[in-house]
């Protein structure tokens, strides 16, 4: 579904391994969703993926806040209006999981996941290298 590719490379390790996971879970989900799985476990794997996402988040709100990152606030909304909408999306998967809301929670987050790194992600790179962050 994603391919990781140099263009999603913010050129901070770290981060880069962060979201390399991210790519991979989200992968994984669309591979259990296209195997058929069991809702119950694509609601794991959703969970799961919802609870890194949560964690990756607060890593790069915790750089921000100890550099001093001036577009923290505006990083910090993008984050929280994309919890909100993948724990939606989730619960509705959970209420009706034979609905297309896997495939709609699957295609929303690999268009939010690569828009967001190569766009918003991209703006705090040289920041936060120039901090001394790797």
């Known amino acids: 579904l994603i391919e990781w590719s140099s263009e999603l490379s913010i050129g901070i390790n770290s981060i ?21 799985s069991t809702n119950e476990l694509l609601g794991k794997i959703f969970t799961g993926l ?17 550099h001093g990152y001036i577009n923290t606030d ?11 909408q993948v724990i939606e999306l989730k619960d509705k998967f959970l209420q ?9 929670l699957i295609h929303f987050l690999k268009r939010w996941l ?3 790194i190569m ?15 790797k």
Request: glycine content about 6%.
């Open 16 to 36: 880069d391994e962060q979201h390399k996971k991210l790519v991979n879970m989200i992968n994984a989900l669309n591979d259990v969703k296209v195997a058929g």
């Open 50 to 66: 919802t609870s890194y996402t949560q964690k990756h988040f607060t890593y790069e709100e915790n750089l921000f806040a100890e």
């Open 74 to 84: 505006e990083h910090k909304r993008q984050h929280n209006e994309l919890i909100t």
């Open 96 to 104: 009706s999981p034979q609905g297309t809301t896997g495939d709609d």
């Open 114 to 116: 690569t828009n967001h």
């Open 119 to 133: 766009r918003t992600d991209k703006e705090y790179t040289d920041f936060l290298i120039s901090k001394g962050v």
